[in-house]
Every structure is written in structure tokens, then in C-alpha cells.
């Protein structure tokens, strides 16, 4: 089988989701990838680590545009000859799949989290995360959307291919009045550990306790939907149903009560702790330990422990 990975790399580095979807492609079949961004030849080349025998480097899209990037990976498609297609499902992926989809005719599989099974079916999640689904691509071409964070990327040692790729991809169709990046030592969409937190620190002056055991941690901060409406909080860190989808192996949220928004935003992440004087909070339903007490006490003393315990290590 031959199958086309689409990674993003206009930040001028290789995500861990995108080393994810790599390693995903490799299981299905001999792996291509096709990436826009002046990226150096030598990081597209450590893609082989993860399963890529050969990388197609665009240089010519400067942006996310979806329609330029459907003309590019439809390009790479038949350049290639694959017939199934792997993105990482962040908003690129949510973004572009569907337009390969429709343009090449081609099944689309959207939030896979698993391989497929020996009969072709994959389990993908439905609901906004609340349940998971069965699905089967019965096309000839396949487009496979990775819901980020269900399998860990085991890196090898091998270098891949990489060649410069020409297509006409047309001229861009976005006007970019303003671009916000993501900061921070660990970005939240590809964090293991979250420490999140709601109105119940009653104001962006309180953060530091949040930011002190994320640093411990080694984590990335997030909050809820009112957090940042309000303002206490970049937008870019609001989890939920109107904000990011994220799957991290630990979640830790304090002063957020928990509703539905929320949950459908964070519901895959493989632990979930969560801190709330209320002990009727909705979000203790889903904990899977929870601590009944005060954030501005509960976060200093774990993280004290935290810091304690990784000294005597």
C-alpha cells in the first residue's frame, strides 16, 4: 500500500503530531510525505526515524490556505500513486481532509484512533469525543484524519529522501491581517501533562500558582471557555467544544466545574484529575481521581510534593 502523509511545518520544525501521523502511515503501508514551508532538508530527513521513505518538500505556500494545499496534496497523490492519505487532525487537517476527500472522490475516516482492523474498519470518535464508532472506507483512495495522541511514535534510525516538489497550487485565497503564535516551552495541542484552570481562581492574578506546578510538571497551561472570554487568558489556551480538542496522558484542572462545552474537549485524555470545593461539580463524573478542596491550598502543597519527590530522584 502506498500512502501520502501531509505534515505542516511553515514553523520551520516537525511537531510530535506530525511524527505521529508518520509512524501511523508507516503501519498502514510505505510512507511518502508532503510538507509546505522552508524547512531544512535535514529535519524532513528525520522523518525516516518514523517510518518515511521519502519526503516531497513544497516551497511555494506560505500559508494554510485549504484550497492551495488540496492542490498540492492532490498533486502529490498522483505523483505518488497512493491511495490512502494521513492527516493529523489539528485545524489543518480539520480544514484540508475534507476538501481531498471530495476532490479525489475518496473516503473520508475523520478523528481515527486506531489502525484499521483485518477487515478495513476503524474506530474513530463521534459525539465530540463521547463515544467511538466503527467506520469503513469503501473507496479505492482513503483519507485518514489521526486524531492526535492515540499511539506513541517509537522512533528508529533512518533518514528519508527528500526532494523539491513543484505544483501549481494557484495563488492564495487568504488575506492575513494578524498572526498570533502559540508560546511557551511546551505548546498545549501536543502536551503529555495539562494543568488547566477556571473561573475558580477568580482572576488572571492567580495564574501564577498554575504556571508554577505546569513548570514543575513539565506541562503546558490551559483554561476554560469563560477564562478567556473574559480575558485572563489567551484564547489560544481555551480547551472545549468551542475551543481545542486535546488528548494529553494527564489533565489537571482546577476551578472548572465541568460542563458538557468542556468535556467534549478534553474527554480523551488518558487521566483526567480535578480539584473543586463543590463536591456535586458535574466534572468529578469524569475525574479519574478527583480532590475536593480549594485550588489556592491544593496547588501549592502538589506542587511542593511534586518538586519534593522529584528531588529525592
Not at 71 to 96: E, M, P, Y
Not at 101 to 123: H, Y
Not at 251 to 259: F, L, M, N, P, R
Not at 274 to 303: Q, S
Request: with cysteine.
Amino acid at each position: 500500500m502506498s500512502v501520502l502523509v501531509y505534515i505542516d511545518t511553515l514553523s520551520g520544525s516537525v511537531s510530535k503530531n506530525a511524527n505521529e501521523a508518520v509512524f501511523y502511515g508507516s503501519k498502514l503501508g510505505d510512507v511518502t510525505v508532503v510538507t509546505n514551508g522552508g524547512i531544512a532538508a535535514d529535519k524532513l530527513a528525520s522523518l525516516g526515524n518514523f517510518g518515511a521513505k521519502k519526503v516531497l518538500a513544497h516551497r511555494g505556500i506560505n500559508s494554510n490556505d485549504p484550497a492551495q494545499l488540496t492542490k498540492l496534496i492532490s498533486a502529490a497523490v498522483t505523483a505518488c500513486g497512493a491511495n490512502t492519505i494521513v492527516f493529523s487532525q489539528d485545524l489543518t487537517g480539520k480544514a484540508v481532509a475534507p476538501r481531498v476527500s471530495a476532490a479525489l472522490k475518496a473516503g473520508l475516516i475523520a478523528g481515527a484512533v486506531s489502525l484499521p482492523d483485518a477487515n478495513g474498519i476503524f474506530k474513530v470518535n463521534v459525539f465530540s469525543g463521547k463515544a467511538l464508532g466503527n467506520v469503513k472506507a469503501n473507496t479505492a483512495i482513503k483519507v485518514i484524519n489521526l486524531t492526535p495522541n492515540s499511539l506513541a511514535p517509537e522512533a528508529g534510525n533512518a533518514s528519508a529522501a527528500v526532494e523539491d516538489f513543484s505544483a501549481d497550487c494557484g495563488a492564495s485565497s487568504y488575506t492575513v491581517k494578524s498572526v498570533q503564535k502559540q508560546e511557551g516551552e511546551v505548546l498545549l495541542p501536543e502536551a503529555d501533562v495539562v494543568v488547566s484552570a477556571g473561573r475558580g481562581l477568580k482572576g488572571a492574578e492567580n495564574w501564577g500558582m498554575v504556571e508554577a506546578l505546569a513548570k514543575t510538571l513539565g506541562a503546558a497551561t490551559a483554561c476554560s471557555r469563560p477564562v478567556a472570554d473574559i480575558g485572563w487568558r489567551p484564547h489560544h489556551e481555551h480547551v472545549g467544544q468551542t475551543g481545542l480538542a486535546i488528548r494529553p496522558n494527564l489533565y489537571i484542572a482546577a476551578g472548572i466545574s465541568g460542563a458538557i462545552q468542556h468535556l467534549a474537549g478534553v474527554n480523551g485524555s488518558k487521566v483526567i484529575v480535578v480539584i473543586n470545593t463543590d463536591p456535586e461539580a458535574p466534572f468529578f463524573k469524569a475525574a479519574d481521581y478527583g480532590v475536593i478542596g480549594d485550588a489556592f491550598d491544593v496547588l501549592p502543597k502538589l506542587n511542593a510534593e511534586i518538586q519534593k519527590l522529584k528531588s529525592s530522584h
